[in-house]
């Protein structure tokens, strides 16, 4: 299974819908969340339309939702194969209002660091009457490595290794 997470308008809500087993035991129960996730590029619109089915105790999830919401769905791809054909059916696992993260920073301040990764210095900006220090010098180039063809010393095959 592939584990993803979408964000997307709601587009359709089913009710339930009953299958009936085929040996005679317990039905299925389902219910289908379709997703729109139509998008435009270059003025030309690309509907996108998908299905994500809710079953068994994951189908309540969806009676705080109506169309038009904006929502964030956790789900599972699941394929099979049948007679030689692949199908894919995608499982939801979750659903939840879309809360935006926000993204951009106040002026002058940067995010925290994750943990474990060491906080970067912080410098002050150079004043605009700094006068221009011109171009940094060029340092010299690095000498060749044995093994590498301007060093020479390649190996049989000519590869700057050997097996």
């Not at 089915?53 to 705080?64: I, P, R, T, V, Y």
């Not at 990764?117 to 010299?140: E, F, I, T, V």
Request: glycine share 10%.
């Amino acid at each position: 299974m592939i584990k993803f997470s979408a964000t997307a308008l709601i587009h359709h809500i089913s009710p339930v819908i009953d299958i009936p087993s085929r040996n005679g035991g317990q039905s299925f129960q389902k219910r289908e969340l379709i997703l729109d996730d139509t998008w435009t590029k270059d003025g030309n619109t690309y509907p996108n339309f998908v299905l994500i089915e809710f079953s068994g105790d994951k189908m309540a999830q969806l009676d705080s939702f109506a169309p038009g919401q904006r929502v964030t769905v956790e789900a599972y791809v699941n394929g099979r194969e049948y007679q030689g054909r692949y199908f894919n059916t995608i499982k939801g696992m979750s659903v939840a209002p879309y809360q935006q993260q926000q993204t951009s920073h106040p002026v002058g301040q940067r995010p925290a660091p994750a943990p474990g990764y060491p906080q970067q210095p912080q410098y002050p900006q150079q004043p605009a009457s700094y006068p221009n220090q011109g171009g940094y010098p060029q340092a010299p180039a690095p000498a060749p490595m044995p093994g590498t063809p301007q060093g020479g010393n390649l190996g049989p095959e000519g590869l700057p290794f050997r097996n």
